[in-house]
Nanobody, 127 residues
Framework: VQLAESGGGSVQAGGSLKLSCAAP????????MAWYRQAPGKERELVST???????NYKDSVKGRFTISQDNAKNTLYLQMNSLKTEDTAVYYC??????????????????????WGQGTQVTVSS
């Protein structure tokens, strides 16, 4: 499965970035999708999910600042990130779950073996 992220970059604290993830079209009607991130020296963490029914969930620290969305016509998943903080610095990955559709509780994400991943895009927020 080919997932391709783009849109990362460097920005000052308080700024905005919009990440994109291109994916095969069938995933947008059959699978749940998500954004993860991994900061240097830290474990990968789930940032936001969007289910097939369009429902969304967010990590507490990004609620009110990040918005996940998808454009089925463009086969693209997005993550709009506003009011960025230095602690948002990480490599951001899009992921697709065609097994459980990210139906599990947000604090208990699906097993890695269920997921397909993109290559990641670096987001760096400076103070």
């Amino acid at each position: 499965v080919q997932l391709a992220e783009s849109g990362g970059g460097s920005v000052q604290a308080g700024g905005s970035l919009k990440l994109s993830c291109a994916a095969p079209g069938y995933m947008f009607v059959s699978c749940g999708m998500a954004w993860y991130r991994q900061a240097p020296g830290k474990e990968r963490e789930l940032v936001s999910t969007i289910r097939v029914d369009g429902s969304t969930n967010y990590k507490d620290s990004v609620k009110g600042r990040f918005t996940i969305s998808q454009d089925n016509a463009k086969n693209t998943l997005y993550l709009q990130m506003n009011s960025l903080k230095t602690e948002d610095t990480a490599v951001y990955y899009c992921a697709v779950d065609c097994v459980t559709g990210f139906q599990s509780d947000f604090d208990h994400p699906p097993l890695d073996e269920y997921l397909s991943w993109g290559q990641g895009t670096q987001v760096t927020v400076s103070s």
